[in-house]
């Protein structure tokens, strides 16, 4: 961002604010009223310094407190009359604007933005600043100063955390998400305190014969109010809190409970289970002794549990990842790629990691019979997971049609709602594992 560079020598620093907070609310009372009665627009700014931290954990605290009271000096001398500038807790900045600036804060945004560009020479050092901005306009909704205070506080929060968004404007629909985000976070933990989390199970088939090769674990969440909520709802949230590790250990328990029992009532050929694992569960270091503590107390062999995983796994931490899945080898549980397609799809990854199968997302599968570019795609994933020993999985087989190219094609294995939906343990229970699965058309 242009701006002055600062080369002068630093003028002494002015921390006798004649705009403090007190001012501030005072202010903002009278806005309040002003608008009530006579309609006169205003707004309020909270702006805070990006990467603040940073600064202080490289020159210290004093220095960050410096850069605070310099940037309120540049940013105070750029505005006019009508627009306060007040200090608030921590190292934020409250602008109030009252004047034709009330009418356009994106703008008085901007230009504060730009006031504060450019470096600033901290303790000899040169700091870029860079801020973020929560705006809030007047509105009915607003009986005292601290409502619109908070308003404009939760715009700057939704700032500092929405990626390639510095100026926000605060807006109740833009809440709810945030709300119910965290309404979830707080019944998912309530949740796992409740074991409210199940699995079912979906056949994953030989395409050749049409005999069941393998089953998924997928993890349901039966809510007391909502019904069965879908992985694909909570699982995200359950990633970002971290709830999905103690969720999956709880999933990988009673999969390879399930696996080891079924076996024993039917007296039948082992099947595998493949069970999904989160980054965060790849990354967690003690993996190898959760997943041998759940062969352990339940019986099931190693050599009848899969992990599914994705590539986000490998990225994160490659050394890690690369040892997690080495032990896991050693241990003898397979390792299976998922959604093989979608992320970066790297050769790197293929390369370097133990894996056993690679699973190729539904999208492409989707249109595999329609799409000669799809076709394509699958078909040089197929050649190259042959060519490094693993076995392909299509998954998504939908109809007849898709299942005919994906034989033709050469993946070994198919797992989708032509053959069967995700089901009930009981229910894959009463399946004779040893029978063909006929597509379900
Ligand atoms: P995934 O591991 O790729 O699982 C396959 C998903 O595709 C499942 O969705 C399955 O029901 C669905 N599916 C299978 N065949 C078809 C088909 O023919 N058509 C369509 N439209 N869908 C099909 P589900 O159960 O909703 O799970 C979604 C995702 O949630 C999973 O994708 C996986 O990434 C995640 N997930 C599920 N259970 C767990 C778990 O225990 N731990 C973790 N970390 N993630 C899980
Ligand atoms: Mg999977
Ligand atoms: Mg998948």
Redesign the pocket.
């Given at each position: 961002m242009a701006g002055p560079t600062d080369e002068t020598p630093a003028p002494p620093v002015r921390t006798d604010w004649r705009d403090d907070p007190a001012h501030l609310g005072e202010r903002l009372r009278t806005a309040i009223d002003g608008a009530r009665r006579s309609a006169r627009p205003f707004a309020l700014l909270c702006t805070a310094v990006r990467r603040l931290d940073t600064v202080v954990a490289a020159l210290g605290h004093a220095a960050g407190r410096m850069l605070l009271a310099r940037l309120a000096e540049r940013l105070r001398e750029g505005l006019g009359e009508h627009e306060t500038l007040a200090p608030l807790a921590g190292d934020r900045l409250a602008v109030l604007a009252e004047g034709p600036a009330a009418a356009n804060p994106w703008a008085l945004a901007e230009r504060l933005q730009a006031l504060a560009g450019g470096p600033l020479r901290i303790d000899g050092a040169e700091v870029l600043v860079d801020l973020v901005v929560g705006i809030v306009a007047g509105n009915p909704r607003h009986a005292t100063p601290q409502d619109v205070l908070d308003d404009a506080l939760t715009a700057l929060a939704w700032a500092r955390t929405a990626r390639g968004e510095p100026i926000v404007s605060y807006d109740d629909g833009r809440r709810r998400p945030a709300e119910e985000t965290l309404k979830l976070e707080s019944d998912l933990r309530r949740a796992l305190a409740a074991e409210e989390f199940h699995?079912?199970v979906?056949p994953i088939v030989f395409l050749e014969s049409g005999r069941i090769a393998s089953w998924?674990?997928?993890?349901?969440w039966r809510h007391p109010l909502r019904g069965t909520v879908?992985?694909?709802d909570f699982?995200p949230v359950a990633?970002q809190s971290g709830l999905?590790v103690p969720?999956?250990w709880q999933?990988l328990r009673r999969a390879c409970a399930w696996a080891a029992g079924s076996t024993r009532r039917r007296r039948a050929g082992q099947v595998p289970i493949s069970?999904?694992?989160?980054p965060r569960?790849v990354a967690e270091p003690d993996l190898v002794d959760r997943v041998r503590d759940a062969l352990s107390t339940t019986g099931l062999e190693p050599r009848h549990l899969k992990l599914?995983i994705?590539e986000t796994s490998l990225m994160e931490d490659s050394r890690r990842g690369a040892d997690a899945l080495a032990a896991l080898r050693t241990l003898g549980v397979a390792v299976c790629l998922?959604?093989f397609g979608t992320g970066y799809s790297s050769l790197h990854y293929l390369h370097r990691f133990p894996l056993q199968d690679l699973?190729i997302?539904?999208s492409f599968v989707s249109e595999v019979d329609r799409n000669p570019r799809n076709a394509a795609i699958l078909s040089t994933i197929v050649t190259l997971g042959h060519g490094l020993g693993m076995d392909v999985v299509a998954?998504?087989?939908?109809t007849e049609e898709q299942l005919a190219a994906v034989r033709r094609l050469g993946c070994d294995h198919g797992?989708?709602?032509?053959f069967s939906?995700?089901v009930d343990l009981d229910a894959a229970d009463a399946l004779d594992p040893i029978a063909s699965l006929a597509p379900q058309s």
């Open positions: 699995i079912q979906q998924e674990a997928l993890a349901r879908s992985p694909a699982i990633e999905v969720i999956g999933v069970v999904n694992l989160s569960q599914e994705t998922d959604d699973k997302d539904r998954e998504g087989i939908e797992q989708g709602f032509l939906r995700p």
